[in-house]
């Protein structure tokens, strides 16, 4: 069965602590690999998506990265405004519609 | 920018009662998605949409819950009657295609007593 795991489920940092956050997943013939940022009450905001292993995208802070097993999200020099839920989801096989997403990762960045 | 709309942002309704989300996709967005998000969790799909044609039910609970979307444009998600465990936040999102970025929108919280 497919499953997609994110961790840790919290991380507290220090503003300017640099950090990354694991996607892992299983499943069988990956076509896309998204990272959303989530704040509380809010809908997930699109940040990246990840089609092949070693492919890489950047956006101010935050880059993503993907290997053939997971994906990372690097925050360099995080500020409190980055305090948010990250959510990674994955699109795999044949189906088009199959959408899964992993639980998130609660993110605060102190001050 | 263009952007998801969804009404109401809060819905508190009482266990047995019935209640409705409406969703307008991004102009021109074909696919529309309908997620449950339960706090802690991720998203999960409940149904999909391409145009006027649902393409994926097959996680919604259809004793209690439907969804259409008549004009392949905005849709509408109806729970009746409402238990204690729907109490979510019910998320829908657009894509101009199948396998493609889904757009959300802000999300209805519903709250059963």
């Known amino acids: 069965e497919d499953q997609v795991t994110q961790s840790p489920e919290a991380l507290r940092l220090q503003e300017g602590e640099s950090s990354s956050l694991n996607c892992s997943y299983t499943v069988s013939g990956l076509r896309g690999l998204f990272w959303y940022r989530q704040d509380p009450g809010k809908g997930p905001e699109f940040l990246f998506t990840?089609?092949?292993a070693g492919e890489e995208k950047e956006k101010e802070r935050l880059k993503a990265t993907l290997t053939k097993k997971e994906s990372f999200l690097h925050i360099t020099a995080p500020k409190p405004e980055d305090s948010a839920t990250y959510l990674c989801a994955v699109q795999a096989g044949d189906n088009n519609n199959d959408m899964r997403f992993g639980a998130g990762t609660r993110l605060t960045v102190k001050p | 920018e263009a952007e998801v709309a969804q009404s109401p942002r809060y819905k508190i309704t009482e266990k047995s009662q019935a209640v409705a989300f409406w969703c307008d996709p991004i102009?021109?967005?074909?696919?529309l998605y309908w997620y449950r998000q339960i706090l802690g969790q991720g998203p999960e799909l409940l149904v999909q949409f391409q145009d006027e044609s649902v393409v994926d039910d097959s996680q919604l609970p259809k004793d209690r819950f439907s969804a259409e979307r008549l004009k392949g444009v905005d849709s509408t998600l109806k729970i009746q009657p409402a238990e204690l465990g729907d109490s979510a936040m019910y998320l829908c999102?657009?894509?101009?295609?199948?396998?493609?970025?889904?757009?959300f929108g802000p999300g209805t919280r519903l709250t059963v007593t």
């Open positions: 102009s021109g967005h074909a696919t």
């Open positions: 990840l089609y092949s």
């Open positions: 999102a657009s894509s101009s295609g199948a396998g493609v970025v889904q757009y």
